[in-house]
């Protein structure tokens, strides 16, 4: 359905302080690899937190210059951006995935990938008390999404190429 354009199933955002509130559990942090995937149809141009657990535990952004990115904490107080030269496009749906194992990280954009980064802390996700948060930033009321975001998911492992074709479609 999304691949021909079709938003049905979606959550709509305005960009003004509409976000989904998934909460604070156990099971979203600590892990020793991790997947983030979405579709994602946005509207604005600037920086937006698609999935955020906050900027200093994970957070999967369109940055700035419209380029996928992600956020990925270290211990408690470190934390690095990787941003890819890859431009996600406005009013378009795109299916979206980072992938975290070891040191190795990886973008999709659907279903190809389009940056790798070898030098990633392979320290587990910190566990800050955050929400996890859909359509902005954690927490903080800021980068807000104008467009649409369906099938969300936080993985616990690294999943392959094959994973993310296989459940795109």
Request: charged share 20%.
């Amino acid at each position: 359905e999304f691949l021909t354009g079709r938003p049905s199933g979606s959550a709509q955002y305005d960009g003004s302080g509409d976000y989904s509130n998934i909460g604070h559990h156990a099971n979203l942090y600590g892990m020793t690899s991790l997947t983030l995937e979405c579709w994602v149809y946005r509207k604005n141009d600037g920086h937006i937190e698609l999935i955020s657990k906050y900027y200093s535990v994970y957070a999967m952004y369109i940055n700035s210059s419209n380029c996928l990115g992600m956020y990925k904490g270290m211990d408690h107080s470190e934390h690095r951006a990787y941003s890819t030269d890859y431009v996600v496009p406005a009013n378009e749906w795109h299916h979206l995935a980072a992938v975290w194992g070891g040191t190795t990280l990886t973008f999709y954009a659907d279903g190809e990938v389009v940056a790798v980064f070898e030098d990633v802390s392979p320290d587990a996700i910190p566990s800050h008390g955050y929400n996890l948060q859909l359509g902005r930033r954690s927490d903080t009321g800021n980068y807000y999404l104008n467009g649409n975001l369906a099938e969300c998911r936080v993985w616990s492992i690294a999943r392959t190429q094959a994973d993310i074709r296989r459940q795109m479609r």
